[in-house]
């Protein structure tokens, strides 16, 4: 009896230690986010965070940014530089892809050479920026080498800029926006059908924490751990990210079936707020005002400054602020945001005049401009697309027409490429630490979004690059947001603070506007 009972008693111990050993292979978090995903190509990564993380799970950057917006390294174990010309890049040494093989220099410099080339350039990049590539942003094709770019040795590389970078603008836009590629896999493939070859739908060498096991980039991307994750095998085997209607986000997240929700991935609705804040079994996370409701004036449609100067005027931002976001949000002016150094108190805020808006019109509409215009705006922001909704209405009574597109946010990325708005608007997340990366995107002669420029600006955002004094850097800023409110190719609608949410049972996830996915290999679950 006393065997059969040791017997017995083994047995169960073994079934209860095969029970946890499975549980701890099965464990899956789901992330819920209300925008399709436009691709998982690094190659063809566009501006919207959304792609940025769901590619950077698979191939990293060299460096993030977390929540109090410092530079980490990830990839590399330092980016240097002291004359903000030539940059010094150090890739870890224990920095190794999913196969066992070093991740090196050569690797970093392949991936800036590809995404130069132009049957495969990454548009997101600047690296128009980088001497021996033209302004354009492109090399030879089928280069194999970039002049500005130099292979020290194995894990050493050096980066020489055209003109002075700043060094927190090299590290957000090619620390954390090229996402490294393998070159011992992919230097032997044709470049011209890079962007579009299958291996980046399932690639079998990585460098992030999860492979991609199947996706559908309308609905769905799941993951499965990489085991030999250089910074440490991710405890959470499973991790999905599902698309999900916004309106969705409470029952998602009250029933469990959502895990979690990072701001910028997911718009949650703002009326939704109170009750997701109620709920026991998740943790309602409020982010600083960063994210920016942009509204984006194409110039070479609406070429009247007095109708972009009508449009600044005639929405009462205030009052819609009030009505639809309370506390939520807040106003400014251009395209900072309190959160960044660089925000100055002396810009203030352009104050609603609904009869300075309709003589503007008028006097505009004598001289022959056109003031029939189209709005697109993002179905993922219903808040907002009320808000539209009212603006047109009040522009329609002093004679402005404005006729509303509502499309998905990857149509909108494509409606951007191809210039057909007058107006368009979302959401938009500056780096409040670096603002010059995404402003030099969105304003200049060849910005798909404003095509504005001017002389003022030019310099103004050259100098903020050469300078190292705050208060000096803060001045040139000053200098851009004055030509926004005097030209109006950027209005900025309202700023809002941004709801995200964790599982209680999600250990060790913070979400926030920065920094959440940085420690993605360390989530667990209770």
């Known amino acids: 009896m006393k065997k059969l009972l040791s017997l017995v008693l083994a047995f169960a111990l073994a079934l209860s230690m095969f029970a946890f050993a499975s549980a701890e292979e099965e464990k ?17 990564m566009d501006a919207t965070e959304i792609v ?37 890049i150090k890739v870890k040494e224990d920095a190794v892809w999913s196969d066992g093989t070093p991740i090196t220099a050569e690797d970093v410099e392949f991936t800036l050479v590809v995404a130069a080339d132009p049957q495969c350039a990454n548009i997101s990049l600047a690296m128009y920026s980088v001497v021996g590539v033209s302004d354009d942003g492109v090399i030879e094709p089928n280069a194999e080498a970039i002049e500005g770019i130099k292979v020290v040795d194995n894990k050493t590389l050096t980066v ?4 002075p970078t700043a060094l927190s603008t090299f590290q957000n836009n090619f620390g954390r926006y090229a996402l490294i590629l393998p070159k011992h896999v992919l230097k032997d493939l044709p470049r011209d059908g890079l962007l579009t070859n299958e291996w980046f739908n399932n690639p079998d060498v990585i460098s992030g924490p999860y492979f991609i096991h199947d996706f559908d980039l309308q609905h769905y991307v799941h993951y499965v751990a990489n085991e ?46 109170a009750a997701i804040r109620a709920l026991t079994n998740v943790t309602a996370v409020d982010s600083t005002p960063i994210t920016n409701e942009l509204i984006f004036v194409n110039v070479a449609k609406v070429t009247d400054v007095r109708i972009r100067q009508a449009l600044l005027y005639g929405m009462d931002r205030a009052a819609m602020l009030e009505a639809l976001l309370g506390d939520s949000g807040a106003l400014v002016d251009g395209f900072l945001v309190p959160a960044s150094p660089y925000f100055s108190e002396e810009l203030g805020v352009t104050a609603y005049d609904r009869d300075k808006a309709a003589q503007l019109i008028a006097e505009a509409k004598a001289d022959g401009a056109n003031t029939d215009l189209t709005w697109y705006v993002s179905a993922e922001e219903s808040v907002w697309g009320n808000a539209v909704q009212y603006f047109a209405a009040m522009f329609e009574e002093i004679g402005l027409n404005i006729t509303i ?71 040139q800023y000053l200098i851009v947001n004055q030509a926004m409110q ?41």
């Open 28 to 44: 899956s978090v789901n992330i819920g986010v209300t925008s399709t995903i436009a691709s998982l190509n690094p190659l063809a």
């Open 52 to 88: 940025k993380y769901a590619t950077s799970l698979v191939f990293q950057s060299l460096v993030e940014a977390d929540s109090k917006l410092n530079f980490v390294p990830v990839i590399a174990e330092s980016i240097t530089t002291e004359d903000n010309i030539h940059f010094t």
């Open 160 to 163: 020489e800029t055209k003109y």
């Open 228 to 273: 030999n994750y250089f910074l440490g095998a991710p405890k959470i085997k499973y991790l999905n990210i599902n698309v999900v209607a916004p309106s969705q986000m409470l029952a998602g997240l009250q029933s469990g079936e959502i895990d979690l929700v990072q701001q910028t991935m997911g718009a949650i609705p703002v009326e939704d707020y």
């Open 405 to 475: 597109r509502t499309v998905d946010l990857a149509n909108l990325m494509t409606v951007v490429s191809d210039g057909e708005h007058d107006i368009l608007s979302v959401e938009y997340t500056l780096m409040p630490a670096d603002p010059y990366t995404d402003i030099a995107w969105l304003i200049g002669g060849q910005s798909l979004w404003t095509g504005y420029t001017s002389p003022a600006t030019d310099e103004a955002l050259a100098l903020s690059q050469s300078l190292t004094d705050e208060k000096e850097i803060t001045a």
């Open 486 to 526: 005097q030209d109006a190719p950027v209005i900025s609608g309202w700023v809002i603070a941004k709801l995200g949410v964790a599982s209680n049972r999600l250990v060790n996830a913070h979400p926030d506007v920065f920094g959440t996915f940085i420690n993605v290999q360390d989530w667990d679950l209770q």
